[in-house]
T-cell receptor, first 116, second 112 residues
């Protein structure tokens, strides 16, 4: 079945540095990818939607200059958290949909970001 | 705006008990409805779905029926197992960009 690989699964970084999270569709073409953020005991909150080859669409309240999303190919989208701060510590999950991916959305396993 | 409301957890049941997790939604248009499950230490998995009114989604003994009149999509299972312990998310998708809106999740504990 459709598989989405998300890397890294966890990362610890110093405040002020940038962190890149990758989301790859391994066996299908992900024309659309979504990035979510999950706070402890909270639901997933959609951050942005990205379509291959075009600029991401950010949800209200999400800083596009802080959370840089690139979807340059049909199999790869990246989320870069720039100048990370402790309040950016969270669980980030990507999901993808597209041709060959089956119905619905395939999720990555998530990335636990801790900013110290 | 579009939203999903599901019962707060945690829900604790004994093995073989009957399970219901309530979910109601608010949406413009005609949404598709989903239940996702997140097992400990893992990512989200699609459990079941329904795309139109009166559809019943089912998988692994779980069922949910799309009720348009009550705007609900309650998750049920007749006899739960310890391995069903997880967090369950109700979700909907509507609109051209098909973004998914999630409920807050319900943590389920099944005791042996």
């Amino acid at each position: 079945g459709a598989v989405v690989s998300q890397h890294p699964s966890w990362v610890i970084c110093k405040s002020g540095t940038s962190v890149k999270i990758e989301c790859r569709s391994l066996d299908f073409q992900a024309t659309t990818m979504f990035w979510y953020r999950q706070f402890p005991k909270q639901s997933l909150m959609l951050m942005a939607t990205s379509n291959e080859g075009s600029k991401a669409t950010y949800e209200q309240g999400v800083e596009k200059d802080k959370f840089l999303i690139n979807h340059a190919s049909l199999t790869l989208s990246t989320l870069t958290v720039t100048s990370a701060h402790p309040e950016d510590s969270s669980f980030y999950i990507c999901s993808a949909s597209g041709q060959g991916g089956g119905y619905g959305y395939t999720f990555g396993s998530g990335t636990r970001l801790t900013v110290v | 705006g579009d939203s999903v409301t599901q019962m707060e957890g945690p829900v604790t049941l004994s093995e073989e008990a009957f399970l219901t997790i309530n979910c109601t939604y608010t949406a413009t248009g005609y949404p598709s409805l989903f239940w996702y499950v997140q097992y400990p230490g893992e990512g989200l998995q699609l459990l079941l779905k329904a795309t139109k009114a009166d559809d019943k989604g089912s998988n692994k003994g779980f069922e949910a029926t799309y009720r348009k009149e009550t705007t609900s999509f309650h998750l049920e299972k007749g006899s739960v197992q310890v391995s069903d312990s997880a967090v369950y998310f109700c979700a909907l998708s509507v609109g051209r960009d098909d973004k998914i809106i999630f409920g807050k999740g319900t943590r389920l504990h099944i005791l042996p």
